[in-house]
């Protein structure tokens, strides 16, 4: 009979008291520096070290109890799964009715004086009940969504359905889970950057002004209603879950140190590998930085997919709307009301799903364009020049 395998450690877990010795070490060295040459955004700020500190507290616990709070409404898996389902279909269509009947309503200059106020209660009434039931289906067909994604793409269950035989726990495995994992998170890295509902997710970690290695530790705590690429994947290929975790657990740890303005450029190994110059870059609210530098161990995956941009001209770190804000409840949701709060106000099915999966730059762009045709015109200069007096 076959040996079975020890679980490896939790790394992320077994190196916290590193984690608070290096942010020591570096508090001290940014406090000296300070002294002599000013306060920078790399600096500690009591208030922002502790909503980064509270975050990453969030992300370990979030993991054991949100999956546990939607197990019931998994579709397939638990009991109210098909309440679920079958709440996010009538939201859904109560949604595509009331859109039908607000333009059918919508006022025209055709429109008959003893109709127009009719007309406009009912226009009225129509847009309110897409606004509510549009809200209700996104949420309620998300959850649904991310939940059934979750339960039937789990490492265990690939493991079971391998192509290739087992790799092992050796050296070699834990090689090929690393640069695996590696590759997987870039992709799902950038997916991040790129769909706004995955956005939602991982704007808590680009929330901070600041930049040091306690911004490392400001995690997501909403991952289970999101849908990565899974890790899974590379237990197909012969890797085991524990051999998959261990790489996880690599991973996280490499990506610590890079979050520091105290190491500036390493030369020749940043051809290769993610360093401290690269992700700042990454957390540059700049424009020419904005969505570069998705690697997390090595970089060469930007340059070979056109993401990479080097660093030039000094970070301006945070969002570019920054939420002003220490306070957790707003850091993990804010982006999730902005956008249900646009999913309310939008007024056809392209538009809302527009809102939830196209990118965050096209939901700013597409609210700028929406509010500057809602705007009056502005006024006739031929009109304002007759209307005013000569010699005023």
């Given at each position: 009979?076959?040996?079975?395998?020890?679980?490896?450690?939790?790394?992320?877990?077994?190196?916290?008291?590193?984690?608070?010795?290096?942010?020591?070490?570096?508090?001290?060295?940014?406090?000296?520096?300070?002294?002599?040459?000013?306060?920078?955004?790399?600096?500690?700020?009591?208030?922002?070290?502790?909503?980064?500190?509270?975050?990453?507290?969030?992300?370990?616990?979030?993991?054991l109890?949100?999956?546990?709070?939607?197990?019931?409404?998994?579709?397939?898996?638990?009991?109210?799964?098909?309440?679920?389902?079958?709440?996010?279909?009538?939201?859904?269509?109560?949604?595509?009715?009331?859109?039908?009947?607000?333009?059918?309503?919508?006022?025209?200059?055709?429109?008959?004086?003893?109709?127009?106020a009719?007309?406009?209660?009912?226009?009225?009434?129509?847009?309110?009940?897409?606004?509510?039931?549009?809200?209700?289906a996104?949420?309620?067909?998300?959850?649904?969504?991310?939940?059934?994604?979750?339960?039937?793409?789990?490492?265990?269950?690939?493991?079971?359905?391998?192509?290739?035989?087992?790799?092992?726990?050796?050296?070699?495995?834990?090689?090929?889970?690393?640069?695996?994992?590696?590759?997987?998170?870039?992709?799902?890295?950038?997916?991040?950057?790129?769909?706004?509902?995955?956005?939602?997710?991982?704007?808590?970690?680009?929330?901070?002004?600041?930049?040091?290695?306690?911004?490392?530790l400001?995690?997501?705590?909403a991952?289970?209603?999101?849908?990565?690429?899974?890790?899974?994947?590379?237990?197909?290929?012969?890797?085991?879950?524990?051999?998959?975790?261990?790489?996880r657990?690599?991973?996280?740890?490499?990506?610590?140190?890079?979050?520091?303005?105290?190491?500036?450029?390493?030369?020749?190994?940043?051809?290769?590998?993610?360093?401290?110059?690269?992700?700042?870059?990454?957390?540059?609210?700049?424009?020419?930085?904005l969505?570069?530098?998705?690697?997390?161990?090595?970089?060469?995956?930007?340059?070979?997919?056109?993401?990479?941009?080097?660093?030039?001209?000094?970070?301006?770190?945070?969002?570019?709307?920054?939420?002003?804000?220490?306070?957790?409840?707003?850091?993990?949701?804010?982006?999730?009301?902005?956008?249900?709060?646009?999913?309310?106000?939008?007024?056809?099915?392209?538009?809302?799903?527009?809102?939830?999966?196209?990118?965050?730059?096209?939901?700013?762009?597409?609210?700028?364009?929406?509010g500057?045709?809602?705007?009056?015109?502005?006024?006739?200069?031929?009109?304002?020049?007759?209307?005013v007096?000569?010699?005023?």
């Amino acid at each position: 009979m076959r040996e079975e395998r020890r679980k490896p450690p939790d790394l992320t877990v077994v190196a916290v008291p590193f984690y608070f010795a290096a942010m020591g070490a570096e508090y001290l060295w940014l406090r000296r520096r300070a002294a002599r040459r000013g306060r920078s955004a790399g600096d500690y700020e009591r208030r922002d070290t502790l909503a980064s500190l509270t975050m990453g507290v969030g992300s370990l616990v979030a993991p054991l109890v949100i999956p546990r709070l939607l197990r019931p409404f998994t579709p397939g898996r638990g009991r109210l799964g098909k309440v679920l389902v079958g709440t996010a279909v009538a939201a859904a269509g109560v949604t595509t009715a009331a859109d039908a009947v607000a333009r059918r309503t919508a006022r025209t200059d055709d429109d008959p004086p003893d109709g127009a106020a009719r007309r406009a209660t009912l226009h009225r009434w129509a847009r309110r009940a897409a606004s509510v039931g549009g809200v209700a289906a996104v949420v309620t067909g998300g959850v649904a969504v991310t939940t059934t994604w979750a339960a039937r793409l789990s490492p265990a269950r690939f493991w079971r359905h391998r192509a290739l035989p087992d790799w092992g726990s050796g050296p070699l495995a834990v090689a090929a889970a690393v640069a695996g994992w590696d590759f997987l998170y870039y992709w799902n890295h950038r997916f991040m950057h790129e769909s706004r509902y995955m956005w939602a997710v991982h704007v808590v970690h680009h929330s901070s002004e600041h930049y040091n290695l306690s911004t490392a530790l400001r995690q997501p705590v909403a991952d289970s209603l999101g849908t990565s690429v899974p890790y899974g994947l590379l237990c197909l290929l012969g890797l085991g879950p524990d051999v998959v975790e261990t790489a996880r657990g690599v991973n996280l740890l490499y990506q610590f140190w890079i979050h520091t303005e105290t190491i500036d450029r390493l030369g020749p190994p940043e051809a290769v590998l993610n360093t401290p110059s690269h992700h700042r870059v990454h957390h540059g609210s700049n424009r020419q930085y904005l969505d570069r530098n998705h690697g997390s161990i090595l970089i060469v995956w930007d340059r070979l997919f056109g993401t990479f941009e080097p660093e030039g001209e000094p970070v301006v770190y945070g969002l570019t709307k920054n939420i002003d804000t220490f306070q957790p409840g707003r850091i993990a949701g804010h982006e999730y009301v902005d956008m249900l709060r646009d999913v309310a106000a939008s007024t056809s099915w392209r538009e809302r799903l527009s809102y939830v999966v196209r990118g965050p730059g096209w939901a700013n762009r597409h609210r700028a364009e929406v509010g500057a045709a809602a705007a009056p015109p502005p006024p006739d200069p031929d009109h304002v020049a007759l209307a005013v007096p000569a010699g005023r």
